[in-house]
Each structure stands twice: as structure tokens, then as C-alpha cells.
């Protein structure tokens, strides 16, 4: 099932810079779409979400960008910070009840 | 802040036996998920429940899988008869509506 993907599997930024995280979808009737940041041993940490209706949405340091036409969504953060360190996963919500499908993660490292 | 919380935080059984692994959602919320996360692979979803029935389910949520919410504050997930390939962290999310899941810290089973 690769509905969602995020094809880069590490990306290691330094402190202050910004950190982009990419994912790609294929599936149309997705509607909303989310990023969670998860640490080893612990259960996915909400952090920001947008709907298919808007195309950014902003929270403190962290924006979501959706391209519908590309079916590409992305998450800034900025500045990164070295607890920003953990893995990332986009999840997507198709229009039935609420299941979401999650892309394979990508290790961000924020180097002091 | 309320959260998710799950038990155990690990499970070991013998091929063959019966499980059940329990969450506490956040109490005002409706909608109750398990997912589940084999060791290198996506987070993979499992089940949805609302309005005290099944909403939706996966292919792999068969006939071994079922869940209730008892008393309706608990949630549960019971493997009847565990595989070596049940194998995996477990993972029950809540949510107030079909948008925003919050994710419990998981349970990690493993089936010897």
C-alpha cells in the first residue's frame, strides 16, 4: 500500500536552519491530512493537520503546505531545534471514517 | 492534559494464546481506532469504532481480531489466538471527530 509515501527516509538539518519534510500521496478522495511526530518507545505526537480545501496552515514553528494538483504536501519547521529530533510521519485521511494512512516516516536530526 | 493511556506497555505470550490489550481514550472523545506498527513497516490501521460498533476494519483485522469498549470508558483489542506475525507495537488513538487522532504510547506484543 503506497497511498502515501515520504521518499526520503533521513534528513539531518543544523540548528536554526529550516527543516523541510515531504510527503506524496496518491489517493484523490483523501480530504485531510496530517503530520505526527513520534519518538522511540512512545505512541505518534500530534502536531499540525490541514484540510484539502486550504493550501497552508500555520502553528508557531511548524507549517503544512498541500499542493493538491501534485498531490504533494510538506512540513516547515523553523527554526529547527535539537528536541525537534525524532521521526515524522504524514498521515492522510480518506472521506469514510476517519482512517488514516500513514507514509513510511522520515528520521529528522537537528544538529546543535 | 488529557491523553491516551494504554496497558500493558509490553506483552509476551506463547504462539497460540489469547490477548487482550487495553486503552482508556480521552473521555469526551467518540471516534476509537487501533493500529498497529510492525518493527520497519508503516503504521498500519486496524480498526475503527463508533457509536459502539465496528465502523470500519482492515484486512488484517480477521476473525482472530475483536474489540469492545466494555464499560465505556476502556477499549479493547483481543487477539484470539496470537501468530508469531502478530508481532508488533499496538497502538489505540481516540478522536472528538473524524479529524484530529490522539495516539496512546502503544502496547509492544511479541509472540514467541
Known amino acids: 500500500d503506497q497511498q502515501v509515501k515520504q521518499n526520503s527516509p533521513s534528513l539531518s538539518v543544523q540548528e536554526g536552519r529550516i527543516s523541510i519534510l515531504n510527503c506524496d500521496y496518491t489517493?484523490?478522495?483523501?480530504?485531510?491530512f496530517l503530520w505526527y511526530k513520534k519518538y522511540p518507545a512512545e505512541g505518534p505526537t500530534f502536531l499540525i493537520s490541514?484540510?484539502?480545501?486550504?493550501d497552508k496552515n500555520e502553528d508557531g514553528r511548524f507549517t503544512v503546505f498541500l499542493n493538491k494538483s501534485a498531490k504533494h504536501l510538506s512540513l516547515h519547521i523553523v527554526p529547527s531545534q535539537p528536541g525537534d529530533s525524532a521521526v515524522y510521519f504524514c498521515?492522510?485521511?480518506?472521506?469514510?471514517?476517519?482512517?488514516?494512512?500513514f507514509g513510511q516516516g522520515t528520521i529528522l536530526t537537528v544538529h546543535p | 492534559e488529557p491523553e491516551v493511556t494504554q496497558t500493558p506497555s509490553h506483552q509476551v505470550t506463547q504462539m497460540g494464546q489469547e490477548v487482550i490489550l487495553r486503552c482508556v481514550p480521552i473521555?469526551?472523545?467518540?471516534?476509537f481506532y487501533w493500529y498497529r506498527q510492525i518493527l520497519g513497516q508503516k503504521v498500519e490501521f486496524l480498526v475503527s469504532?463508533?457509536?459502539?460498533?465496528?465502523?470500519?476494519k482492515s484486512e488484517i483485522f480477521d476473525d482472530q481480531f475483536s474489540v469492545e469498549r466494555p464499560d465505556g470508558s476502556n477499549f479493547t483489542l483481543k487477539i484470539r489466538s496470537t501468530k508469531l506475525e502478530d508481532s508488533a507495537m499496538y497502538f489505540c488513538?481516540?478522536?472528538?471527530?473524524?479529524?484530529?487522532?490522539?495516539f496512546g504510547p502503544g502496547t509492544r506484543l511479541l509472540v514467541l
Open positions: 488513538a481516540s478522536g472528538q471527530g473524524l479529524q484530529t487522532q490522539y
Open positions: 489517493n484523490s478522495m483523501f480530504d485531510y
Open positions: 490541514i484540510s484539502s480545501i486550504k
Open positions: 498521515a492522510a485521511r480518506d472521506t469514510s471514517y476517519g482512517k488514516l494512512t
Open positions: 473521555s469526551n472523545h467518540l471516534y
Open positions: 469504532f463508533y457509536n459502539n460498533e465496528i465502523s470500519e
